[in-house]
């Protein structure tokens, strides 16, 4: 057995204990998780069923921690899980997996199938078959702070041109302020009006923020990867500096795992409280407006609209109403998608699926299943909250030929802020702002995970 091998076989010996033993027991193989995900619904392969997803593990538990599968082992009726079969099975849980959720929500006994899954992903990048892509994105992670590999001179540039284009200042590492923000890759490269609307909404709510240069990106590639260790590490730089900044609020952008894994796993991650409160942009604008702190104007906006909830912000999350009090304050013609809330289908581009190339042709397939949704109502444009969910639902509708735009909510609600009476420029001391000296993180240089 290969050294790789038994690293990964002992990831899930490590994970099998009673809550395990209890999942693989109780399972009554009723099917209705294959019957909850898109992947499946779209290619009626029996492979997507997420419990199937699942059997090298359970194989293993059988094989080491059940009597009669232990007996069946010595008999040779009960196979060894080889590496050939976790290479084999790297496409069905990577590929095939958003982490969505939504087969834990129809689980009659109530076992949480997302949850087994990254702990079979855990046993998989430990045994050496986590996808190179996702592997290099952790690691950009890891060492550069951001997952495409984003850098403070990238980050500078679209703050000057947000600044300038919009007449509002984006401050920097301001220490005692209400909020600090995080963002996302690709709201920096691809949506850099995001940075802009949070800075006019904040302007026109008085509100005082910050985003920190030395941690600023939300994505915690140790969730989507499955490690824990790296998903504490990716943590606990965002809480470093949000602590020693004294920040009353941490606000995670739109973006499904970051929010998760700051929101409702760091502090188990990190085996402590936070110095602060965590709390996802909408819910954060939805406060400001139920404070009449976000003054919109009375011209609602008359497209037909409808939105995409995201699946770790919305049923992975709980972040439900917030959105929809937002679009009644500013869409007039607001229509609600068949299964919408808790029960939404994934845009099938999440839990780093939309990082992987190889699986684009299963990412197509199964965001048939949105394209169903939106056909059905008649829109044109389709709202949304997480730009990892934006950028694989453009690029699909561009594949499907779908003339539909696809807007941030945050940015629409800034679109119906209430006009400002005037724009001065911003002051700057002596020019060009200084970045501290230690960035980007040389206080992490000593202690990279080894990825596989």
């Given amino acids: 057995m290969s050294a790789t091998l038994e690293r990964g076989l002992n990831a899930f010996r490590n994970f099998l204990n009673a809550p395990a033993a209890s999942f693989f027991a109780s399972c009554v193989h009723c099917g209705l998780c294959a019957e ?14 997420p419990i199937h ?24 009726l009960l196979p060894e899980v080889t590496d050939a079969e976790l290479a084999s099975w790297s496409e069905l849980v990577f590929d095939t997996c958003t982490l969505c959720g939504r087969c834990s929500m129809v689980c009659p006994v109530g076992n949480d199938l997302v949850y087994m899954i990254r702990r079979m992903r855990e046993g998989m990048a430990a045994s050496g078959h986590a996808p190179a892509d996702l592997v290099g994105a952790t690691r950009r992670n890891l060492e550069k702070g951001s997952a495409m590999g984003v850098t403070i001179d990238t980050l500078m540039a679209q703050i000057r041109h947000q600044e300038a284009e919009l007449g509002v200042e984006i401050p920097l590492d301001r220490e ?24 006019r909404i904040f302007k026109q709510a008085g509100v005082t923020w910050t985003i920190s ?26 809480v470093e500096v949000a602590e020693r900044l004294k920040i009353k609020t941490v606000i995670c952008p739109e973006c499904g795992h970051g929010f998760r894994a700051l929101r409702w796993e760091g502090e188990d991650l990190i085996g402590r409280k936070y110095g602060f409160q965590v709390q996802h942009i909408l819910e954060v604008l939805d406060e400001l407006r139920a404070q009449g702190r976000l003054p ?13 909830d995201p699946c770790q912000i919305v049923r992975r999350g709980g972040v439900i109403e917030a959105p929809r009090n937002l679009l009644k304050q500013v869409a007039s013609d607001f229509r609600e998608m068949a299964d919408h809330g808790t029960m939404n289908w994934c845009c099938g581009g999440g839990g780093g699926v ?17 394209k169903e949704q939106i056909e059905t109502l008649g829109v044109h444009t389709l709202v949304t909250a997480c730009a990892n969910c934006r950028m694989v639902i453009e690029e699909d509708l561009d594949k499907y030929a779908m003339d539909i735009e696809v807007v941030g909510l945050t940015e629409l609600v800034a679109e119906h802020l209430l006009p400002q009476e005037s724009r001065e420029g911003i002051p700057r001391e002596g020019g060009e702002r200084k970045l501290p000296p230690s960035y980007p993180f040389e206080n992490h240089s000593d202690r990279q995970e080894q990825l596989p």
């Fill in 36 to 49: 909850s995900c898109l992947f499946y619904t779209e290619s009626k392969d029996p492979r997507m069923a």
């Fill in 53 to 76: 997803k699942l059997e090298p593990m359970r194989r293993l538990w059988e094989r080491e921690f059940t009597l009669l599968g232990r007996i069946q082992a010595i008999l040779g």
């Fill in 176 to 199: 005692g302020v209400d909020y600090m923000v995080l963002l996302s890759s690709m709201e920096i490269v691809q949506f850099p009006e995001y940075i802009g609307a949070v800075a």
């Fill in 213 to 238: 240069t030395q941690a600023f990106e939300a994505t915690n590639g140790g969730i989507q990867i499955g490690v824990p260790d790296i998903a504490r590490r990716i943590v606990m730089r965002t």
């Fill in 296 to 308: 919109l104007d009375k011209n609602l906006d008359d497209r037909p609209l409808t939105y995409h």
């Fill in 354 to 370: 939309s990082t992987l190339e190889r699986a684009e042709p299963w990412r197509i397939l199964a965001f048939k299943r949105k």
